[in-house]
């Protein structure tokens, strides 16, 4: 299982992911050793801090499941969100179906 | 919840002094009560509860022996009422911004003023201190403190000026309703044509874009022009995706908290990972007389559970008793069965 992510300076990294983990965990796991996917995610997924956003890759963002409306709202708290591809990584859950996800670290959640 | 909270700028003597007033600070107070030691509390925040009362104080939690769901405002209440017997004082709003080592202790100054001598120090900051976010837009550091804020400090300085609000929520709304009168112009600038904030505050916005006394535009800003720290206007990207420039003088943004370390990190104490080393037979830092519990300290093993940070309140509390009270014998009771202990919590 795995999951594409692009740094902030534009570098892909290909990712071994876990099913069940939230993506934002996964990526946190992996910027234990590259530094570049650095995620302040501060309030360790508990949708109250808006400091894992990430932008989902067009190809995607039909095939995961759709924000809650809490979500929507948290996205607030976020800088530069686009209303069509913004997420809160804490959200996503990896599943079968979110094998192979792309996604884009987006201003403002550097740790 | 009633406790006593002191005004900035006065000089303060206690025991311990506690900086950071969530739960692992407030616990603290427990443990170091029972054995007669007086603490008192620095919190950047207005309210004690740290990260519990400001980022989820409705959010269930599942993990505190005994309590099977507790949100982190009644965690909160709680653990005030639990110490309440030991009469702890709040410095509130304040920022603990320097920690000197003196012949009887540490003197502690705040950002607001307060001065605190205590003959010991524990860290209980968690993730540091709440300060605003800023948004990442390039250069806005040059511009902060004269053309972009993120609180209003003195409203009168916005008097007459060409004002641009980021954000949706109470406090952009408050400062859109609170400023508008006084502001040679108000836009509102938010991410959706949605609004968080009380419902009446919306409405009332709405009611002057209708009746052209504000803008509201829907977008984000991308980027800040002007020169020598004087805005002159802010480059924004709509939600069809086309550009535009709104001119503006002065920019406030509210877009939440966040926590920075903050001048914790300039105390001396050693340091991995912006995290406070200690160890763990006392959560001592490696400065004698210093503690760091909770989420701010690191060791093998360490969980950021607040659990845990019980538990290192408790440990470390022995060790201060032995900087508090050096002529007295250390002596380890139970509440269930100590009078002693009993009479302090007043049962």
Not at chain 2, 43 to 66: F, M, N, S, V
Not at chain 2, 86 to 100: D, I, K, P, Y
Not at chain 2, 196 to 211: D, G, K
Not at chain 2, 263 to 279: K, R, S
Request: proline share 5%; glycine share 8%; hydrophobic share 40%.
């Amino acid at each position: 299982m795995k999951i594409n992510v692009t740094d902030r300076s534009g570098k892909n990294h290909c990712l071994d992911a876990v099913e069940g983990w939230r993506v934002m965990e996964i990526i946190r796991d992996h910027a234990e050793r590259i530094p570049a996917l650095g995620i302040k995610a501060e309030c360790g997924g508990a949708l109250a801090c808006a400091t894992c956003h990430v932008y989902v890759d067009e190809d995607w963002v039909d095939q995961i499941p759709e924000p809650s409306e809490e979500e929507i709202e948290k996205l607030d708290d976020a800088f530069a969100v686009d209303e069509e591809f913004s997420r809160l990584s804490c959200q996503i859950i990896m599943t079968e179906e979110t094998d192979g996800l792309s996604v884009t670290l987006a201003p403002g959640s550097e740790p | 919840m009633s406790y006593i909270s002191h005004p900035p700028g006065q000089t303060h003597v206690t025991d311990a002094l506690i900086i950071g007033a969530g739960p692992v600070g407030l616990f603290a107070v427990f443990e170091l009560g029972l054995l007669d030691i007086k603490a008192q509390l620095i919190d950047i925040l207005d309210r004690p509860g740290g990260q519990c009362t400001e980022l989820y104080p409705e959010k269930p939690i599942y993990d505190i022996p005994a309590l099977p769901v507790v949100t982190g405002q009644q965690l909160t209440d709680q653990l005030m009422e639990q110490i309440k017997p030991f009469g702890a004082q709040f410095h509130l709003n304040q920022m603990a911004e320097a920690c000197v080592k003196t012949d009887t202790g540490f003197r502690v100054t705040t950002d607001q003023g307060s001065v605190i001598e205590a003959k010991v120090v524990i860290i209980a900051a968690g993730g540091g201190s709440f300060m605003p976010k800023k948004p990442p837009l390039p250069g806005i550091e040059a511009y902060e403190g004269t053309s972009v804020f993120y609180a209003v400090r003195n409203r009168s300085a916005f008097a007459g000026k060409n004002i641009v609000i980021a954000g949706g929520g109470d406090s952009a709304l408050d400062w859109t309703l609170n400023l508008q009168p006084i502001a040679q112009h108000i836009t509102l600038l938010h991410r959706r044509d949605d609004f968080r904030a009380a419902p009446h505050s919306v409405n009332a916005m709405r009611e002057m874009v209708a009746t052209d006394k504000m803008s509201l535009v829907i977008g984000n800003p991308t980027a800040l022009q002007g020169n020598n720290g004087q805005l002159t206007g802010i480059d924004v990207t709509l939600a069809d995706k086309s550009t535009t420039t709104l001119s503006a003088d002065t920019l406030l943004a509210f877009y939440g908290l966040t926590m920075k370390l903050g001048p914790v990190a300039t105390f001396g104490v050693g340091m991995q990972n912006n995290l406070i080393t200690v160890n763990t037979e006392n959560f001592e830092t490696d400065v004698p007389g210093i503690f760091a519990i909770g989420d701010i300290n690191t060791y093998p093993g360490k969980l950021k559970l607040i659990l845990s940070g019980f538990h290192e309140g408790a440990l470390a509390a022995q060790k201060v008793f032995r900087y508090v009270h050096p002529d007295r014998k250390w002596r380890f009771e139970y509440t269930t069965s100590s009078s002693n202990l009993q009479s302090k919590l007043g049962v």
